[in-house]
C-alpha cells in the first residue's frame, strides 16, 4: 500500500486551524513546546512498550529528542525515536478527524479574540499549532516493530487537505518538519531555539539535543570542516524528582501543561515525596479550568503513573476516586515492579494505597487552599464543584473532610454562587437549631422562590438552596454534618417549635370548614396526589406539593432518570 492519497479535513478541524492560527499568533513559540511534548509522551509509550518487548528498541535504547536547523531549506525539523505511528494512527490522531466536543466547542466561541485564544488553549491544540509558524507541515514516522517499509509520510499545508503516503523509513520514531512562513526566519536560530527549549521544556524528562552552531574560523586558522558537536538544551531529567527548591514557579508551571495538554497555568500543586507502606513521589495540579471531557465516560487524560521514572499508564480512574478526576499530574512509584501489565496493576493492592495517600494529598490540597486562598478555592469551586459533588455516593474514608469542602448557595445570601460551607451555615444556626434545612429544585430561580422557604425566611432560618442535579445525589447520601442532620424542607411533617415557631393552632370548626374543601381537592386531583392535608408551613402561598418523609423527591427522580436508572 505504497500509494499516495490526498484527504480532506473534516470541517471542524479546518476552521479549528483556521481560528487557532489567528488567535494564537501573539504566543507563536508554543508550537514548539507542543511537538517537544508529544515527542516526549511518544518515547515514554516506548518505553513502556519494551518492557515486555526490548526487540521494539531495535539497538537503539537511547530515547532522545534532536531538532535540527536548515537555514537553506528554511525548515526546522523536530525528530524523535519514540513509538512512532501506523498509517492508521497518522489519520486518525493527526489528520482528519475532529475530536469529539469540537463542534461544541466551536459553537462557544465569541469571536473575542482574548477569550478565544484561553479557549482554544483548554481545548488543547497541540500538534496543529505547528501551522501557526509553518506553511506546510511534513510528518515522517515508522512504527516502533513495523518493518522499514511500512513508514508513513503526511504532508499538509493547513488549509483543508493533506496528503498520506506509505514509504521506506529506516528506523523508527517521528520527524516533524516545519517549512517556515515568510517572516518566521527567526526559529532557524539556534540561540533563540535554545532559550524557548529551556522556557517551555525544560522540565523535558528526554533529552533535547542540537547541534552547536559552528564556530567560524579564526584569522589565520585553517579551515577545517569539522561535524559540530551536538549539546542538550535541557536538564533531563524527571522533574518530579528534583529538590524542590530547585524547581521554579514556571517550571511547575510548564510541566503541568505538558502533562495535561492544557495552555492554562494550574490554579494549585502539590508535590511529596511519600515514605510508608508505599514509597513513591507525586506531583499532583489542580487545573484552573474544567477540561472539556469532564462529564465524557472516557476522558483522554489523567494522572500518569510512573515506575522509577518509567512511564506505565495514564489513568483517569484508578489512581483517584472519580469525583476527582479533574487532578492531573504524575505519581512516581519506588516499590512496583516494572514488569507488569496495565491489568494487573488495576487490580494492585499498592496501587489502593496510593490512591489513598493521593486523595487525601488531593483534599489536603484543597482545605488549604479553602482555608488561606479563598478566591482561588471559589474559582475551583466554580469549575469542578459539581463533579466533586459526585463524592457523596463514593468518599466514604474522608467523610468530613469532603463534606467540609462542599459549597452551597443559600437563602443568607441568595445568590447563585455557591460559596458558603456547611461550618459557615452552622455558625449561623438559631438557637435551639439542630438541623441542617434544604430546599431542591430544579433552577435556582426555583429554588429561591420555592414556597416551602416561605415559613424559614419569616423566621430567618437560613435554608441551602440546592438547584444542580447532583445536588439530591449529594443529601441522599450525607444525612449529616458535624451531627446536624440535614433535612428537606419539603418532606414529612417540620416540626419547628423547637425554633420557637408555634404550631398554630387550628380551631376545630377550620378543621370541619375545610373538610369539604381538602375533601373536593382530593377528588379533583385523584391518583395525582396520595392525600391533601392542611398544613402550617405557608404564610403567603395558598399551597405546596410535598413529599412523603422516605420517599424519592421529584428531583432525585428526575436525576436517576438523567443517569439511564
Ligand atoms: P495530544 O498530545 O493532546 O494528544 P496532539 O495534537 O499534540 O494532541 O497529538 C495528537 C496525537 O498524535 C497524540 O496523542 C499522539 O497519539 C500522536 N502523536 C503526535 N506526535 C507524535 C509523535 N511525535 N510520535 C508519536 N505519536 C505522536
Ligand atoms: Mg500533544
Given at each position: 500500500?505504497?500509494?499516495?492519497e ?9 476552521q479549528?486551524?483556521?481560528l ?47 531538532l ?29 478527524i475532529?475530536?469529539?466536543g ?42 516502533a516493530g ?20 506509505t ?10 518538519t ?110 484552573a ?27 483517569a ?11 492531573r499530574?504524575v505519581i512516581?512509584?519506588?516499590?512496583l ?5 496495565r491489568?494487573i ?25 479553602a ?29 468530613e ?24 451555615y ?24 420555592s ?10 432560618i ?15 447520601h ?14 414529612g ?8 415557631v ?15 374543601l ?21 404564610t ?12 424519592l ?13
Open positions: 500500500m505504497s500509494h499516495k490526498s484527504l480532506n479535513f473534516q470541517t471542524e478541524v479546518k479549528l486551524l483556521q487557532m492560527i489567528h488567535s494564537l499568533y501573539s504566543n507563536k513559540e508554543i508550537f514548539l513546546r507542543e511537538l517537544i511534548s508529544n515527542a516526549s509522551d511518544a518515547c515514554d509509550k516506548l518505553r513502556f512498550e519494551a518492557i515486555q518487548n526490548a526487540t521494539l528498541l531495535e539497538g537503539d535504547p537511547d530515547l532522545a529528542v534532536h535540527e536547523i536548515d537555514k537553506e531549506a528554511r525548515t526546522l525539523t523536530i525528530r524523535d525515536n519514540g513509538v512512532g505511528m501506523s498509517r492508521e494512527e497518522v489519520i486518525s490522531n493527526i489528520g482528519t475532529a475530536r469529539s469540537t463542534k461544541e466547542f466551536l459553537g462557544k466561541l465569541s469571536g473575542d479574540q482574548a477569550k478565544d485564544s484561553a479557549l482554544i488553549g483548554q481545548f488543547g491544540v497541540g500538534f496543529y499549532s505547528s501551522f501557526i509558524v509553518a506553511d506546510k507541515v511534513t510528518l515522517t514516522t515508522r512504527r513495523a518493518s522499514e517499509s511500512e513508514g508513513v509520510q503526511w504532508e499538509s499545508s493547513g488549509d483543508g487537505s493533506f496528503s498520506i503516503e514509504l521506506e523509513v529506516p528506523t523508527r520514531g517521528t520527524t516533524v516545519l517549512h517556515l512562513k515568510e517572516g518566521e526566519e527567526g526559529f532557524l536560530d539556534a540561540w533563540k531555539l535554545r532559550g524557548i527549549v529551556r522556557r517551555y521544556s525544560d522540565h523535558i524528562q528526554l533529552p533535547i539535543r542540537m547541534k552547536k552552531d559552528p564556530v567560524p574560523p579564526q584569522e589565520g586558522e585553517e579551515k577545517v570542516i569539522n561535524e559540530p558537536e551536538e549539546e542538550t538544551l535541557n536538564q533531563a531529567n524527571a522533574l518530579w524528582a528534583r529538590p524542590k527548591n530547585e524547581i521554579t514557579e514556571e517550571q511547575y508551571q510548564e510541566f503541568y501543561k505538558h502533562v495535561s495538554h492544557d495552555f492554562e497555568a494550574p490554579l494549585a500543586w502539590s508535590h511529596a515525596r511519600v515514605e510508608g507502606k508505599q514509597e513513591y513521589t507525586e506531583l499532583l495540579y489542580i487545573p479550568r474544567a477540561p472539556f471531557d469532564l462529564w465524557e465516560r472516557e476522558p483522554r487524560h489523567g494522572i500518569k503513573l510512573y515506575v522509577r521514572r518509567v512511564f506505565i499508564m495514564e489513568d480512574k484508578k489512581l483517584v476516586p472519580q469525583y476527582l478526576r479533574f487532578v499530574g512516581d512509584s519506588a516499590d515492579p516494572l514488569n507488569v501489565s491489568e496493576l488495576q487490580e494492585s493492592k499498592d496501587i489502593d494505597t496510593i490512591r489513598a495517600g493521593c486523595t487525601r494529598k488531593v483534599l489536603g490540597l484543597l482545605e488549604d487552599l482555608e488561606n486562598q479563598k478566591e482561588k478555592y471559589q474559582k475551583f469551586w466554580n469549575e469542578f464543584g459539581r463533579a466533586f459533588k459526585e463524592g457523596a455516593g463514593e468518599e466514604y474514608a474522608n467523610r473532610k469532603w463534606a467540609g469542602l462542599l459549597r452551597f448557595s443559600t437563602t443568607h445570601t441568595d445568590k447563585s454562587d455557591q460559596t458558603e460551607s456547611l461550618k459557615d452552622i455558625g449561623r444556626m438559631k438557637d435551639g437549631q439542630d438541623t441542617i434545612y434544604y430546599v431542591t429544585a430544579e433552577s435556582f430561580a426555583a429554588a429561591k422562590n414556597p416551602h422557604l416561605e415559613i424559614f425566611r419569616s423566621r430567618g437560613e435554608v441551602l438552596l440546592l438547584s444542580d442535579r447532583v445536588d439530591e445525589w449529594v443529601v441522599s450525607l444525612e449529616s454534618f458535624e451531627e446536624k442532620q440535614l433535612h428537606s424542607v419539603a418532606k411533617d417540620l416540626d419547628l417549635t423547637k425554633l420557637g408555634e404550631k398554630p393552632k387550628l380551631e376545630t370548626s377550620d378543621s370541619e370548614t375545610l373538610k369539604p381538602l375533601e373536593a381537592m382530593q377528588g379533583a386531583l385523584g391518583e395525582q396526589v396520595k392525600s391533601v392535608r392542611v398544613s402550617q408551613r405557608l403567603e402561598s395558598p399551597a405546596c406539593l410535598v413529599v412523603e418523609e422516605g420517599d423527591s421529584g428531583n432525585m427522580a428526575r436525576f436517576l432518570k438523567s443517569v439511564g436508572q
